[in-house]
């Protein structure tokens, strides 16, 4: 799976992609912007690919030789919501993989998840159980339902703390006191994750759309400040998100789609 295409030198790109086998790695892919022969539709857009990756390395890149398309999901250009969410996948799966990692649970995720959006379009819902189960699949779920310093029960008084990994019960909150990126926690988006948690299936998840907007938009807020907390750089795409999501605010002729 592409992740992102840089241009090096002149008429080169490095490719960073997601492998099935290797997990994150990057690739020096030779002339590619002077010839698309030899990568035919592999080095932009949404895609899935079987590169054929040379024996010899340059500036610690493996060299890939060419590329064969195996899927793509061109449609997802065509509609701006579903656009800026896979870019934000593959930015936060670019950010929060370490390099080498073969995760094959995680491979078998874009791709459904792509194949979900292409067909239904940008929600919430969906991209929240995304964002959860790429932070479970790199063993940083956050705690939804235990206290992360005294593992106890929460209630509806509860506190979440990104930089702690998930929920503060009420007596801890008392205790380590009010401290910058402690959020509220209340029942309605404890509910709410944890329903996101519990499903099985990216297929399955559309339906808590139907949740309301503020237990929804606070669930966001929570898994992005933890997602903020753990890449090493702002990611570029969620700004993109917001300046969209004020847009769609401010002319709402569509739907927002927080
Ligand atoms: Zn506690």
Same mark, same amino acid.
């Given at each position: 799976?592409?992740?992102?295409?840089?241009?090096?030198?002149?008429?080169?790109?490095?490719?960073?992609?997601?492998?099935?086998?290797?997990?994150?790695?990057?690739?020096?892919?030779?002339?590619?912007?002077?010839?698309?022969?030899?990568?035919?539709?592999?080095?932009?857009?949404?895609?899935?690919?079987?590169?054929?990756?040379?024996?010899?390395?340059?500036?610690?890149?493996?060299?890939?030789?060419?590329?064969?398309?195996?899927?793509?999901?061109?449609? *997802? &250009?065509?509609?701006? +919501? @579903?656009?800026?969410? =896979?870019?934000?996948?593959? !930015?936060?799966?670019?950010?929060? %993989?370490?390099?080498?990692?073969?995760?094959?649970?995680?491979?078998?995720?874009?791709?459904?998840?792509?194949?979900?959006?292409?067909?239904?379009?940008?929600?919430?819902?969906?991209?929240?159980?995304?964002?959860?189960?790429?932070?479970?699949?790199?063993?940083?779920?956050?705690?939804?339902?235990?206290?992360?310093?005294?593992?106890?029960?929460?209630?509806?008084?509860?506190?979440? *703390? &990104?930089?702690?990994? +998930? @929920?503060?019960?009420? =007596?801890?909150?008392?205790? !380590?006191?009010?401290?910058?990126? %402690?959020?509220?926690?209340?029942?309605?988006?404890?509910?709410?994750?944890?329903?996101?948690?519990?499903?099985?299936?990216?297929?399955?998840?559309?339906?808590?759309?139907?949740?309301?907007?503020?237990?929804?938009?606070?669930?966001?807020?929570?898994?992005?400040?933890?997602?903020?907390?753990?890449?090493?750089?702002?990611?570029?795409?969620?700004?993109?998100?917001?300046?969209?999501?004020? &847009?769609?605010?401010?002319?709402?002729?569509?739907?927002?789609?927080?």
């Amino acid at each position: 799976m592409l992740l992102r295409a840089v241009p090096y030198r002149d008429a080169d790109l490095i490719l960073h992609i997601f492998s099935v086998e290797h997990g994150r790695v990057g690739l020096l892919a030779r002339g590619a912007r002077r010839s698309k022969r030899r990568f035919v539709g592999a080095t932009s857009g949404f895609v899935l690919a079987r590169f054929t990756v040379g024996s010899g390395k340059s500036q610690d890149l493996r060299v890939a030789e060419s590329a064969e398309v195996m899927q793509q999901w061109e449609a *997802l &250009a065509l509609d701006v +919501g @579903a656009f800026a969410h =896979a870019n934000y996948v593959l !930015e936060m799966v670019h950010e929060l %993989l370490p390099e080498g990692h073969p995760e094959p649970a995680l491979a078998e995720l874009l791709a459904q998840y792509f194949d979900e959006l292409q067909a239904h379009g940008a929600s919430s819902s969906v991209l929240r159980f995304v964002e959860y189960s790429v932070l479970d699949i790199i063993g940083n779920a956050p705690q939804l339902d235990q206290c992360v310093r005294c593992a106890g029960d929460i209630d509806g008084n509860a506190g979440f *703390l &990104a930089s702690r990994g +998930g @929920a503060l019960c009420a =007596a801890c909150v008392a205790i !380590e006191g009010p401290r910058p990126g %402690l959020r509220r926690y209340p029942m309605p988006v404890q509910d709410y994750l944890l329903a996101i948690r519990a499903s099985d299936d990216v297929t399955h998840v559309r339906k808590l759309d139907q949740v309301a907007d503020d237990a929804r938009l606070a669930a966001r807020d929570l898994l992005v400040a933890l997602i903020t907390h753990l890449a090493p750089r702002p990611l570029r795409t969620l700004e993109f998100i917001a300046k969209m999501s004020s &847009a769609l605010r401010r002319n709402p002729t569509t739907p927002p789609k927080p």
